[in-house]
């Protein structure tokens, strides 16, 4: 595994202003073998995560990313060991206290997806007051996937849909993600999953249909700008084709 580099950062990046992705999407993995590795408890790699965030936020303001999207807490990590899921719960408190402050200086706007039921009613009242407070800004979407699961999400979709009567042959491709939690969003460009592991996670299942998927081999909390940088470097490389031929993507 690749420590933090220790090179100075690059000062312009020659990335091709057409070729940045407009949605990033990141899997912060590597928390828990981060802090292993320095014979650290679990939680202080979840906290060096934490502190990371602001980092690789700043970096996506700078390369001119427009969606973040983070997998902050799945349906599937309540099944954690409680005090790893309850220090995990008081690291969120913390952050969406202290951050907000910062979001709004870059201009950055919080959006949650996923469940808030079956939530503690403090954290979703932060959550709440956290996307009011930033609901202007344009610079960067942040899209916080908190008690979030792609498979939940799908089941959610297809539950409003049958509630709202719509009928069999109105249900389009088009229609289903206008049902989904990131509906105002576009779909991610880019999924950046550290820590070497290669599995999706029921991250956006839905959504990453076309996505390029980079997998760098660092643990989350040694991810910033420089590794940033590379994965947009790679995506820039990449010949997109939706289920076409070379030479004729639509994007
Ligand atoms: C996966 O690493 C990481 C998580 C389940 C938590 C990620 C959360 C943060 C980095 C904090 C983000 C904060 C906010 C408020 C958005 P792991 O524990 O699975 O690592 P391992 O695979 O090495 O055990």
């Known amino acids: 595994m690749k420590s933090k580099t220790a090179a100075p950062p690059s000062p312009a990046p020659a990335l091709d202003p057409a070729a940045i992705p407009q949605h990033v999407a990141i899997i912060m993995d590597g928390n828990g073998r981060w802090a292993k590795a320095r014979g650290l408890p679990r939680l202080a790699g979840h906290k060096a995560g934490t502190e990371n965030l602001r980092r690789v936020i700043e970096a996506c303001v700078e390369f001119g990313v427009k969606v973040l999207t983070i997998y902050a807490f799945s349906t599937e990590n309540w099944g954690r060991p409680e005090d790893e899921v309850s220090g995990l719960m008081n690291l969120f408190d913390d952050v969406f206290d202290r951050e907000l402050a910062e979001l709004n200086r870059q201009g950055a706007r919080l959006v949650h997806i996923g ?39 799908i089941v959610h979709a297809i539950q409003r849909i049958l509630a709202d009567g719509i009928a069999p042959e109105d249900v389009t491709d088009e229609l289903v993600s206008r049902y989904m939690y990131t509906a105002d969003l576009p779909d991610p460009d880019l999924i950046i999953r550290t820590s070497g592991e290669l599995r999706t996670s029921n991250f956006l299942i839905w959504q990453a249909a076309y996505a390029e998927w980079v997998f760098p081999e660092v643990y989350w909390p040694d991810f910033g700008r420089e590794q940033l940088l590379e994965a947009l470097q790679e995506y820039g490389r990449r010949e997109r084709r939706f289920g076409g031929v070379p030479g004729a993507a639509s994007g």
């Open 115 to 153: 469940r808030l039921d079956g939530v503690r009613p403090n954290m979703v009242e932060k959550i709440r007051k956290g996307e009011a407070a930033t609901r202007d800004n344009q610079r960067l979407t942040l899209c916080v996937a908190f008690n979030y699961g792609g498979r939940d999400e």
